[in-house]
């Protein structure tokens, strides 16, 4: 069966602190994985990650996936008030349609 | 831009009642997807459809039924509303992008409580 674990479930940083987070998935032909945000509504995309070893970034935020070990994870430096979001990862497999989602990490970033 | 619209942002039932979703995109995207999302359990998806008509089952379709007469417009139905489908409800969108991305685009979400 699919799986995805993302860790921690939440968290609490101030400004400017370095997070990052988890993503282990067990997903049966593994094509690539999805990083979205999501704030009150509607989830928005980050990145997308297919090849292990190559970092994407955008801003303060970075991304990297180990297909070997079956993970990612997803950093966010010098954290504002405005990442404050649930963070949800999706990789998709051996179905063309389907995402997997995480439970998601629920990050709280302090003033 | 990709817009993903659904009818209601929030919506009040009764136990019982026959409850519609109504999602529409206009970006011509082929596949369309019903997500509910709860506390601690992330997203979790209900119907998808990759075509006009044609519709899958997803993790959890119990309770729930679907409609996909136009290609921009999915449809879910609550045949008869129960307390326990009170929940965040996301429809999303995707096409196959430039090697094949399949990103979804999501709606702003119905926020559905059944009493």
């Known amino acids: 069966e699919d799986k995805v674990v993302q860790s921690p479930l939440s968290l609490v940083v101030h400004e400017g602190d370095t997070v990052t987070l988890n993503c282990s998935y067990e997903v049966t032909n593994f094509r690539s994985l999805l990083w979205y945000k999501q704030e009150k509504k509607a989830p928005t995309f980050l990145f997308m990650l297919t090849s292990s070893g190559i970092e994407k970034k955008s801003g303060r935020l970075s991304s990297i996936l180990d297909k070997k070990e079956l993970f990612s994870i997803l950093n966010i430096t010098a954290t504002q008030t405005g990442d404050s979001a649930i963070y949800l990862c999706a990789p998709w497999g051996d179905s063309s349609y389907k995402l997997i989602f995480g439970s998601g990490t629920r990050l709280l970033v302090r003033p | 831009d990709v817009k993903v619209t659904q009818s209601s942002r929030y919506l009040v039932k009764r136990t019982g009642e026959k409850v519609f979703l109504e999602c529409v995109q206009d970006?011509?995207?082929?596949?369309m997807f019903w997500y509910r999302q709860d506390p601690g359990l992330g997203l979790r998806l209900i119907y998808f459809s990759y075509d006009v008509k044609m519709k899958e089952k997803g993790d959890i379709p119990e309770g729930y039924s679907v409609s996909r007469e136009k290609k921009e417009r999915f449809s879910l139905i609550l045949e008869s509303a129960s307390t326990n489908q009170t929940s965040m409800y996301l429809c999303?969108?995707?096409?196959?992008?430039?090697?094949?991305?399949?990103?979804?685009?999501f709606g702003p979400g119905t926020r559905l409580t059944v009493t």
């Open positions: 999303a969108s995707s096409s196959p992008g430039q090697g094949g991305s399949y990103e979804q685009y």
């Open positions: 970006m011509d995207h082929e596949n």
